[in-house]
């Protein structure tokens, strides 16, 4: 308060004082002005509690995709900041996605985001399982042969710590539905569901119920077309023999 101010305020009335004291307070994200700095440190407006949330994970992995979704479909030079991304009408779907990545743990999430970004999907699609589904169906058949084999491995290894067993009985010992589940979710791949000497035990183990969630990702028809004068095919297999798969 300046002098001048402090002056008025002690030759004003007591109406006129609450007057004056409004004008000291105020919330820096909203405009809201309050008599006593204490309100104001209690006070919560949406675009404050965003402000204190921007390091959450799920804000994080929103605020990546909202700097990344104005990149692509913008050429945007300069990234978007935090307060923009705050003051956003789409803050609550980014942040939602966000929080979706997080919990979902895609396979490649940089590409992830880029395929619904790329691809025109509905924003509020973007957390929806067809889309993932989708997404999957697609880069199962694209990525490289020992990122497959790679990943899948680090996904039966930690199966096999979390159930206190050995990483090379994976096929033999998980059972048809959470084999389903990763395999829907690109956590194990064909390459290595088909071309280790124990992949076969759990590809038997399937009913009709699991051929329908995995038909699509483990179609015989194409990876059999795909393996046939590979040269990834060898090498692979050597992989998966010397680790005793």
């Known amino acids: 308060m300046t002098t001048n ?3 008025k305020y002690s ?22 002005k309050f008599h006593r700095e204490s309100t104001l440190s209690t006070h919560m407006c949406v675009k404050k509690r965003r402000h204190m949330e921007i390091d959450s994970p ?10 990344k979704f104005y990149d692509i479909t913008m050429g945007s030079k300069k990234p978007k900041s ?31 985001i880029e395929f619904v970004i790329r691809n025109g999907v509905n924003l509020r699609d973007w957390t929806k399982d067809f889309v993932y589904d989708t997404y999957i169906e697609d880069l199962i ?8 084999t790679e ?8 199966w096999a710590t979390e159930h206190k067993t050995n990483f090379t009985d994976f096929f033999k010992n998980v059972s048809a539905n959470e084999a ?30 699991h051929a329908k969630i ?10 059999m077309k795909k393996f046939k004068n590979n040269d990834d095919v060898s090498y692979i297999k050597d992989i998966l023999a010397q680790s005793g798969i």
């Open 214 to 223: 995995v038909g699509s990702i483990i179609d015989p028809g194409y990876w």
């Open 180 to 209: 389903a589940r990763l395999i829907r979710t690109g956590k194990i791949s064909p390459w290595v569901l088909y071309l280790s000497e124990s992949g076969g035990s759990l590809i038997d183990a399937f009913n009709d119920d």
């Open 5 to 7: 101010q402090l002056k």
């Open 58 to 67: 799920a804000s994080r992995s929103g605020f990546r995709t909202f700097q």
């Open 151 to 158: 990943r899948t491995i680090i996904t039966m290894a930690e």
């Open 82 to 112: 935090t307060q923009e991304f705050i003051e956003s009408d789409f803050y609550i779907d980014f942040v939602k996605f966000g929080n979706h990545v997080v919990n979902l743990k895609p396979v490649y999430p940089d590409k992830f």
């Open 11 to 32: 030759k004003a009335t007591p109406k006129e004082s609450n007057k004056l004291m409004v004008q000291n307070f105020e919330c820096r994200f909203c405009g809201n």
């Open 141 to 148: 058949k694209k990525e490289p042969a020992e990122a497959a």
